[in-house]
């Protein structure tokens, strides 16, 4: 696609449900990132993707957060028992190179905004 | 452990002036540095990418400065306009440099 589209923009969860995000990256990015940001403040790092795998997962704040990215393109952030502490914008970013390319200019979506009520 | 600052916080100013925008990190031993725009409601647009071995980047009104051994860089914006109004943000690849670190950011308004 032309930019990084992210469902739903919107999401106003209870304590305690599952929620998944998805992130559909431009067509042909390698590389896919996960960031939280809470208000007002920047964001900050969940996970990242290389293709399939998980190339770095040390920014899930905890075993609720979960992400997959199957088949190198789409990716979904699974949270389970959502905690009101988890209300904050999930942006996902994704690139054509790896950073040590020194191109590693990210692109990303406009974001998810949960709520959890 | 990286830490991003941006000062100041919010700035107001009116149409036309000049100004410029901190970034300070702590560790310097990073590989590039990125500014970035992010409009309410919306995702980051990067405006600049400085790598390590660069002193600055511009592109168009905005010139971006770093200076690794000091730990600090800067935005600088010509004749601002209504338009440039957003939250800029500084980051800095941390680690194995997938994940950057970003500061706070600075809330811009400029006026009429």
Sequence with gaps: GAGVSQTPSNKVTEKGKYVEL??????GHTALYWYRQSLGQGPEFLIYFQGTG??????????RFFAVRPE???????????????????????????????ANVLTFGAGSRLTVL | KQEVTQIPAALSVPEGENLVLNCSFTDSAIYNLQWFRQD???????????QSSQR???????NASLDKSSGRSTLYIAASQPG????????????????????TGTRLQVTL
Excluded: H, M
């Design chain 2, 56 to 62: 600055e980047q511009t592109s168009g009104r905005l």
């Design chain 2, 40 to 50: 309410p409601g919306k995702g980051l647009t990067s405006l600049l990418l400085i």
């Design chain 2, 84 to 103: 440039d109004s957003a939250t800029y943000l500084c980051a800095v690849p941390t680690g194995t440099a997938s994940k950057l670190t970003f500061g």
């Design chain 1, 22 to 27: 998805r992130c559909d990256p431009i067509s």
């Design chain 1, 54 to 63: 998980a190339a770095d997962d040390s920014g899930l704040p905890n075993d």
């Design chain 1, 72 to 102: 190198g393109s789409v990716s979904t952030l699974k949270i389970q028992r959502t905690e009101r502490g988890d209300s904050a914008v999930y942006l996902c970013a994704s690139s054509t190179d790896r950073w040590d390319s020194g």
